[in-house]
């Protein structure tokens, strides 16, 4: 069975909350795809805590406002909303899927990140870029 690692198609299904059984915060996107592995250090912290998993896995944690951009990286827009009214909240993360990423998908998604980087970072609210 595949496993999370670098320069993996990853999908997600992600869930926020305020605290860690009351998943009640809106998303843009609760379900992300996304290559692993292509931050400007390589895999993200949120990254390694999916590394070696397989699909159906769930993993729960909690990030801080502060934390979010170096947590979550290029990733943020997709996990920033519930921060715009809190400092703390808590994601449960399930794991729906593992493909290959071809080459021409990991050049495109790599150059997002440049051009996002050159335009003054992410849009996604947080006070990140």
Do not use: W
Not at 29 to 41: A, H, S, Y
Not at 78 to 101: C, M, S, W, Y
């Amino acid at each position: 069975m595949a496993h999370v690692e670098p320069l993996q198609k990853i999908s997600v299904a992600i869930r926020a909350g305020a605290a860690p059984g009351d998943m009640n915060l809106p998303l843009a996107r609760p379900e992300v795809t996304f290559i692993c592995g292509i931050g400007t250090g390589g895999m993200t912290p949120f990254e390694y805590l999916l590394a070696g998993r397989t699909p159906g896995d769930e993993i729960s944690f909690r990030v801080t406002r502060p934390d979010m951009e170096q947590f979550f990286e290029h990733l943020a827009p997709a996990f920033a909303a519930p921060f715009k009214d809190r400092n703390e909240v808590h994601f449960q993360v399930r794991l729906t899927g593992i493909g290959p990423a071809d080459g021409r998908a990991i050049v495109r998604a790599m150059a997002e990140l440049t051009a996002r980087a050159e335009s003054g970072g992410c849009d996604c609210g947080c006070g990140c870029g």
